[in-house]
């Protein structure tokens, strides 16, 4: 569930520029504290979700984002790699729920994928989802 789906938060779009400011001026203990009144009105405050993200296609990015290093505009010492073969992928996502993983989640340093690429991805979802997600399922991808 998400947070803006319950009875206890109320979504604004209200906002006024001097209640953004007072936000940005506010004491850092001060917003952890709210953030925190907000997330125990919502969620269970001592549960959290274990995540998995694999880098399915490192490094080598066209585009020049200065701050990431995924880039092939700045030296990172990150190596270009191709997209990861749907096997390797699957693989991957099965060795995360084993290790306890609830969400398993996919990046790719990428400005453009041309349509095969995403075909891929989306193979890959679907295989992650089946086979790793539902063992019980053994389709084909
Ligand atoms: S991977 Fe994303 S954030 Fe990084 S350079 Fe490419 S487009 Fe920018």
């Not at 001060?30 to 125990?40: F, G, M, N, P």
Request: aromatic content about 8%; hydrophobic content about 35%.
């Amino acid at each position: 569930m998400h947070a803006e789906d319950s009875p206890g938060h109320a979504e604004r779009h209200d906002w006024r520029k001097e209640e953004v400011r007072s936000l940005f001026d506010s004491p850092f203990s001060d917003l952890i504290y709210q953030a925190q009144t907000v997330h125990r009105e919502n969620f269970d405050p001592n549960q959290v979700q274990m995540s998995t993200l694999l880098s399915i296609k490192t490094g080598g990015c066209p585009e020049d984002c200065a701050y990431c290093p995924q880039s092939a505009h700045h030296d990172a010492g990150v190596e270009a790699e191709r997209l990861m073969r749907v096997e390797a992928v699957l693989a991957e996502a099965r060795r995360a729920k084993a290790a306890g993983a609830t969400r398993y989640c996919m990046g790719a340093a990428w400005r453009a994928p041309k349509d095969h690429d995403l075909e891929t991805v989306c193979r890959m979802s679907r295989a992650c989802a089946r086979w790793a997600w539902n063992p019980a399922s053994r389709s084909a991808c």
